[in-house]
């Protein structure tokens, strides 16, 4: 299957610890992205790494890729209850983006 | 905010009816691609349009087909509905530049549920 795995499932921390989620995909990973998702709704983008690039920060965002092991990871720091949510990674395939591939997401709890 | 909208927000049908789903992109993006999310699962591929020509395709049936008009708005249509098309869909918009990956701005989705 060409699905991304997230792990882990689930996380439950506490207001202004540290988060860690972390993506692989069987296929070669070119360009990733994450995003974020609210109870549902649609999804929000927070960082895009190419295929060229191996960290990435936005804010309290830290992206890594390792395009060997095929593997991403997402650190949020100093986490805050706003940051309950579930997070995505999601493959583009080559050049063309004609493909996206999701993970099936990590879903987050930052306890107040 | 991502300027991506859809409609309607959410969509109730019986099994083997028909449903049209509609997006309009960002100003200025001339892609779009649809996605369907079952509950508690990622996005699934569905299909890309640029420039109103279907551009890739995911593991979806031809019972799901979709549009794009010259204002880069799309439909996704959905024939002979089945109970486990039930879920959310997604669209996302983008602005397609030669052979770089862009980031996708999606909208807040439709909920269709299948009785």
């Known amino acids: 299957s060409q699905q991304g795995e997230e792990d882990p499932q689930a996380l439950s921390i506490q207001e202004g610890e540290n988060a860690t989620m972390n993506c692989s995909y069987k296929t070669s990973i070119n360009n990733l992205q994450w995003y974020r998702q609210n109870s549902g709704r649609g999804l929000v983008h927070l960082i895009l790494?190419?295929?060229?690039?191996r960290e990435k920060h936005s804010g309290r965002l830290r992206v890594t890729l390792d395009t060997s092991k095929k593997s991403s990871s997402l650190l949020i720091t100093a986490s805050r209850a706003a940051d309950t949510a579930s997070y995505f990674c999601a493959n583009h395939g080559g050049t063309s983006y004609d493909k996206v591939i999701f993970g099936p997401g990590t879903s987050l709890s930052v306890i107040p | 905010e991502t300027g991506v909208t859809q409609s309607p927000t959410h969509l109730i049908k019986t099994r083997g009816q028909q449903v049209t789903l509609r997006c309009s992109s960002q100003s200025g993006h001339n892609t779009v691609s649809w996605y369907q999310q079952a509950l508690g699962q990622g996005p699934q591929f569905i299909f890309q349009?640029?420039?109103?020509?279907?551009?890739g395709r995911g593991n979806f049936p031809p019972r799901f087909s979709g549009l794009q008009f010259p204002n880069y708005s799309s439909e996704l249509n959905v024939n002979a509905l089945e109970l486990d098309d039930s879920a959310l869909y997604l669209c996302?918009?983008?602005?397609?530049?030669?052979?770089?990956?862009?980031?996708?701005?999606f909208g807040p989705g439709t909920r269709l549920t299948v009785l």
């Open positions: 996302a918009s983008s602005p397609r530049t030669s052979g770089r990956v862009d980031t996708q701005y």
């Open positions: 349009y640029y420039r109103e020509e279907e551009n």
């Open positions: 790494i190419r295929s060229n690039e």
